[in-house]
Nanobody
Framework: QVQLVESGGGLVQAGGSLRLSCAAS????????MGWFRQAPGKEREFVAA????????YYKNSVKGRFTISRDNAKNTVYLQMNSLEPEDTAVYYC????????????????WGQGTQVTVSS
């Protein structure tokens, strides 16, 4: 079992930045690919970014490329999502998720989920 706890959400003006963190406990974190997803009101949960277990490879939703950066620190059992140039369209609850093996952009592929953290971007 892996427990995931997100933090770092909040209210920010358009153009601003936030850094989300996801702290993991339980099974060996370094064996897991990690992803960030988000869900806006009335919309389905969507993929944002993912990172391989080693941190070598990452993958992004097209609309966040160049603005968001996913990273991980396996020594701290933590994955991060640095979000810059935020837009009102980025407003959502952000979730981190983990899965053994290779990273994936499908929510159904992930075994473990955090409780989510709210990000609100005002215009």
């Amino acid at each position: 079992q892996v427990q995931l706890v997100e933090s770092g959400g909040g209210l920010v003006q358009a153009g601003g930045s936030l850094r989300l963190s996801c702290a993991a406990s339980g099974r060996t974190f370094s064996n897991y690919a990690m992803g960030w997803f988000r869900q806006a009101p009335g919309k389905e949960r969507e993929f944002v970014a993912a990172i391989s277990w080693s941190g070598t490879n990452s993958y992004y939703k097209n609309s966040v490329k160049g603005r968001f950066t996913i990273s991980r620190d396996n020594a701290k059992n933590t994955v991060y999502l640095q979000m810059n140039s935020l837009e009102p369209e980025d407003t959502a609850v952000y979730y981190c998720a983990g899965k053994p093996g290779s990273y994936n952009n499908g929510a159904g592929a992930y075994n473990y989920w955090g409780q989510g953290t709210q990000v609100t971007v005002s215009s």
